[in-house]
């Protein structure tokens, strides 16, 4: 006996993703339409229909509106141009200091410094020595006439040749090499007060406390009184302070600066050139930026204006005196 026929059980359909029934054709009229990109067209049956400007070729698909990104990595050949930079910017950094370092010579040669002073200017020959002081001069007067600075010149038979000397460590020890005799003088009791025998140039009140104690023992004690070293400079002294000082004392050594020596000369009646016969310059003394007496703009103008002084030149012409350079 057959089996009876299974009973067809009626079932609800469920749509899916291809709800097409077998065997299923498009009409005509719908196949013969033509596909349209443009929106809202019925024909347009691809998945992307609601997206504005959508297309099934990538290759004619419009370009998605630019959207803000974050900086990328410079690129090989932004990479590759970074050594560049840094080359470019190490030359002119090199420029720059090169720039700065003529401008420094120039600031240098300008302030009367330059590679001759390296050497030390005591030892050279007087007619060296002349024309190095007359170059000094020039600079450190720049207002004065050719005429003026002539007449203020140091020539060669002014200064004492000190050439050969080879005590240069200490001022002491030079004088006493360099003038045995008149060291010798200094323990003779002056004729006068404020007269010195010598008088010793430096360009700073430092420096001048230091040379007066490297000369102390040129301080005498004598039967008829104290033979005194003057120190002689602006620093916690007053003017007045040394005119009277130097009207009271027997000084036969005085040490100072040039301002000092010079207001004490020409704007009282307290310093006597006399029996003057050595005004020694201390310009072996170097400052931290290797500046002497000549070349120390605070006090080479009153150096040489001190030197330019008729009573001083007087007595250089005359024979009287020595310039000499320590």
Request: hydrophobic content about 40%; glycine content about 4%.
């Amino acid at each position: 006996m057959a089996p009876p026929p299974t009973k067809k059980t009626k079932t609800e359909h469920v749509p899916t993703g291809d709800d097409l029934e077998d065997n299923f054709a498009l009409d005509d009229e719908l196949v013969a339409a033509p596909f349209s990109g443009d929106e809202g067209d019925p024909a347009d049956l691809s998945d992307d229909a609601a997206a504005p400007g959508g297309s099934d070729n990538d290759d004619d698909a419009a370009p998605p509106p630019a959207k803000k990104r974050r900086a990328e990595p410079a690129s090989s050949d932004e990479a590759a141009a970074a050594p560049t930079t840094t080359t470019t910017t190490t030359t002119t950094s090199k420029r720059a200091a090169k720039r700065a370092k003529d401008k420094k010579r120039a600031k240098v040669v300008e302030g009367g410094l330059d590679e001759r002073d390296k050497d030390d200017m005591g030892l050279l020959p007087p007619e060296a020595l002349a024309d190095r002081l007359a170059d000094k001069q020039k600079r450190a007067l720049p207002n004065l006439t050719a005429l003026e600075l002539d007449e203020q010149r140091i020539s060669q038979s002014m200064i004492l040749d000190t050439a050969t000397v080879e005590a240069r460590d200490s001022l002491l020890a030079f004088m006493k090499e360099a003038l045995p005799t008149t060291c010798n003088t200094l323990a003779k009791m002056p004729k006068a007060t404020g007269s010195p025998r010598i008088i010793v140039v430096a360009g700073a009140a430092l420096r001048v406390a230091d040379l007066c104690r490297d000369v102390k023992s040129f301080k005498t004690k004598t039967k008829d009184g104290l033979i005194d070293v003057a120190k002689l400079f602006a620093k916690h002294f007053k003017l007045s302070e040394h005119v009277e000082y130097m009207q009271k004392t027997h000084v036969g050594l005085a040490v100072g600066t040039p301002n000092r020596i010079e207001k004490l000369l020409n704007e009282s009646d307290a310093l006597h050139l006399t029996h003057l016969s050595h005004l020694i310059l201390d310009v072996s003394h170097l400052d931290s930026k290797k500046r002497s007496l000549v070349d120390l703009p605070e006090a080479r103008a009153d150096l040489f204006k001190l030197v330019g002084t008729k009573a001083v030149m007087d007595r250089l012409r005359e024979g009287k005196m020595k310039l000499v350079v320590f």
